[in-house]
């Protein structure tokens, strides 16, 4: 091959080598931007567990699914929170002590109606057995005292392959007829019930435990004390002169 034509093919690899180089440059930098944006994206919001609930929803909550609940506080307040929770779930154990201080705060003091819902999912094995138990107590006058126990006692029953007798055992320190407790928890008396309370969260498109709704606003997860807080003062500034609407 002569001088000449080598350099012709030199000259022609580099005019095609240079331009190649700069567009595969160009490519690589913009999939490394389109990378960051799309993460960017995706990021999640401090809002994605809070969400409106429809108004079907809430009209099929007040006219069917409220009065199965157990509740606490006027059933006149303007504003009502209402939980879905499942005794077995770790979450709902946690968010408990926060539950707790809301109800002694606005439920008991007259400002909110606080509604309990059972939600016991298939994968906690104990789960239904306890809210069988509590709708027992509820029988007895003593629902939201044996709620407690349950909660602040979940690592004592939560694992037993039968926690009948740990169900009982709570009984006595709750102040119940045993023996009563044990009659209703056999024939499960409450379990219609709490079925249909499992419809409502489905209603309401239940993600998790605990869900909690400040009138149509829900929660996924449990929110923090203030978080919650603030939602219930907004709700009664909003609603204070419409009890009920919510």
Same mark, same amino acid.
């Given at each position: ?23 595969? /440059? ?16 995706? *990021? =999640? ?11 079907? *929803? ?10 199965? +609940? ?9 504003? &009502? ?8 779930? =770790? *979450? ?31 994968? $906690?094995?104990?789960?239904? %057995?306890?809210?069988? *138990? ?17 909660? $602040?006692?979940? %690592? ?7 926690? %009948? ?8 320190? &709750?102040?119940?007829? %045993? ?9 499960? &008396? =409450? ?13 309401? #498109?239940?993600? /998790? &435990? ?16 203030? #978080? ?15 009890? +009920?609407?919510?």
């Amino acid at each position: 091959m002569s001088p000449q034509n080598n350099s012709k093919q030199s000259s022609l690899f580099g005019a095609l080598f240079f331009p190649v180089l700069i567009i595969g /440059a160009l490519i690589v930098i913009a999939i490394l931007v389109m990378s960051f944006s799309g993460n960017k994206r995706t *990021a =999640p919001s401090p809002n994605d567990n809070v969400r409106q609930v429809s108004a079907e *929803a809430m009209k099929a909550l007040r006219s069917q699914y409220d009065q199965l +609940g157990e509740s606490m506080g006027d059933p006149n307040a303007p504003v &009502t929170v209402r939980e879905f929770g499942d005794y077995q779930c =770790p *979450a709902c154990g946690q968010f408990e002590s926060t539950a707790e201080r809301i109800r002694q705060e606005y439920a008991e003091s007259g400002q909110v109606r606080f509604i309990f819902f059972d939600f016991p999912l298939p994968m $906690h094995a104990n789960a239904q %057995s306890a809210a069988i *138990a509590a709708g027992c107590a509820a029988r007895q006058d003593k629902f939201w005292p044996y709620h407690n126990k349950l909660y $602040h006692a979940q %690592s004592r029953w939560s694992e037993q392959s039968d926690p %009948s007798s740990t169900f009982l055992d709570l009984a006595v320190e &709750t102040g119940l007829d %045993s023996g009563k407790l044990q009659a209703c928890m056999n024939d499960k &008396t =409450p379990l219609a019930n709490i079925n249909a309370e499992r419809e409502a969260g489905q209603k309401v #498109k239940l993600r /998790a &435990t605990p869900t909690v709704l400040v009138g149509n606003t829900e929660f996924v997860g449990g929110p923090a004390y203030d #978080k919650l807080k603030n939602a219930i003062e907004q709700a009664l500034a909003a609603n204070g002169q419409n009890a +009920g609407t919510d």
